[in-house]
């Protein structure tokens, strides 16, 4: 069981890596910079919980804490007890969630680790917004995509507030970086995937069409919301494809596309040849 | 054209309409206590000048008026042209897009002019926050949704972050607000709708099934994130249907789960039969 350890001081030590949430995601003393993995609400540290990260320490209110008994079982980990107030005092805000874990990063896995046996993958080109990088893991992970590959321009994933959107998915989807664009995308060809371009533009195909004729392993390129795909990228694609839309209508936003986009490549939908 | 005023005082009266702005959708002065219609940027602006509402004013820096030029062209209405500094200071906060309009409300329409001649259309239950539903419209409106039915604790899709996340398709998809609920639904029953509730519970069909044998006029009947659709309503409803999910995993934010299931219901992703 983790151990229980109460505390009413707002300057106990043991609880700055809580402390002052709005910065947490800054943390120069650290390796890369970058902060530790938060996870705030009961929801979102059971998914922590069951994620290969390793946590550090739990802070929450007596109620939010007794809800985590049975994930707490069995854990090594100090798990800090307080009220409402002094949570909002370390943290610098009311947190009405009520209960938060740290968690220390891992590498990234290798991209052949996340390719293999994968049917799906989403590749993301420019997705700089926390809010919508945190929905896509959350819309990949309820489709059934079976990882994300990051292009340039990405955020990223474990930011404090894309693990909130994603409701804990981004601890789950397995996801890496590809370190080179878009070269890399030949590593997924060399694995059998067919390489797609989610696109508006002229010339790309309903993709149903993809979906039809394709019941093998597929990786959808996605792009920022704002320019979309690069020209690089779509040349770079085996296909381009869209989604068909009411005339007048630009464009869904990037996550949503997503969520459309996996449903039909995962095959919820059901295969207009069945 | 609209006449260009050049201001710089920013006690000018003429700007109060869009003074304080994060205080503008209450105006206990106004018919039912809502604030007018206000659109941010050129694109929402656009799409305002292209509605039914009736545009009052605009107010924006000679760049961004300068770009709707053409769409100006034959309304007479005041466009007062200022500095960024100004603007911030009138409507305060810096507000990057630069332009804004202002609109009158118009009266709901009654439910038998939506109803007219639609073939998809969604029914909200419990959408209170201003962003799902704002969404939720961007969605529909992309994926040929030919309407919106709010059902009892829906947000106004006109308030100012609803109009904004929506792109300003909450200006150009009909809605109106159902009275009774949920025996406003046998309305739509006599128009020859069908019912269907979108609900991960057991006993729901895949999306795809209803789509398979359903070339007909449906309804489908959304829920808020939080708790989903009351039994009420699922009770009311012809089907339930679901979009089939990973397993571990729960719900789509509410706009995301729209747009999968409008996707399906207009036909988007063709059809199992066809």
């Known amino acids: 069981m983790a151990s229980l ?5 707002v300057a106990d030590e043991r609880l700055d890596e809580f402390r002052d949430l709005t910065t947490a995601d800054r943390r120069p003393d650290r390796p890369g910079g970058r902060g530790l993995v938060i996870a705030e609400g009961t929801v979102v540290v059971r998914r922590l919980l069951c994620s290969p990260y390793r946590v550090r320490a739990l802070l929450g209110v007596e109620r939010r804490i007794a809800e985590l008994t049975d994930e707490l079982a069995g854990l090594a980990v100090p798990a800090y007890v307080t009220s409402a107030e002094v949570m909002a005092k370390v943290v610098g805000f009311h947190l009405n969630r009520g209960v938060l874990a740290t968690a220390d990063r891992v590498p990234r896995p290798p991209l052949e680790r996340i390719v293999a046996g994968a049917r799906v993958l989403a590749v993301l080109e420019g997705v700089g917004d926390h809010e919508n990088l945190g929905a896509l893991f959350r819309n ?11 292009g340039p321009g990405c955020a990223d994933p474990l930011y404090r507030r894309s693990v909130r959107v994603s409701m804990g998915h981004v601890l789950r989807v397995p996801f890496t970086a590809l370190d080179k664009w878009p070269q890399s995308l030949d590593v997924l060809r060399d694995h059998g995937f067919r390489v797609a371009a989610l696109t508006p533009r002229a010339g790309s195909v309903p993709l149903r069409e993809l979906t039809a004729t394709a019941d093998e392993q597929v990786a959808l390129l996605l792009g920022s919301e704002g320019h979309g795909l690069s020209e690089e990228a779509i040349a770079a694609a085996d296909v381009a494809v869209r989604i068909p839309m009411a005339e007048g ?11 459309v986009a996996f449903y039909e490549l995962t ?5 207009a040849g069945s």
Do not use: K, M
């Not at 350890?5 to 001081?9: F, G, N, R, S």
């Not at 095959?267 to 295969?271: F, K, L, N, Q």
């Open 5 to 9: 350890i109460y505390t009413e001081d």
């Open 140 to 150: 990949a992970a309820a489709l059934g995509v079976d990882g994300v590959l990051l």
């Open 249 to 259: 209508v630009d464009s869904l936003n990037v996550a949503t596309a997503g969520a």
């Open 267 to 271: 095959g919820r939908g059901g295969r």
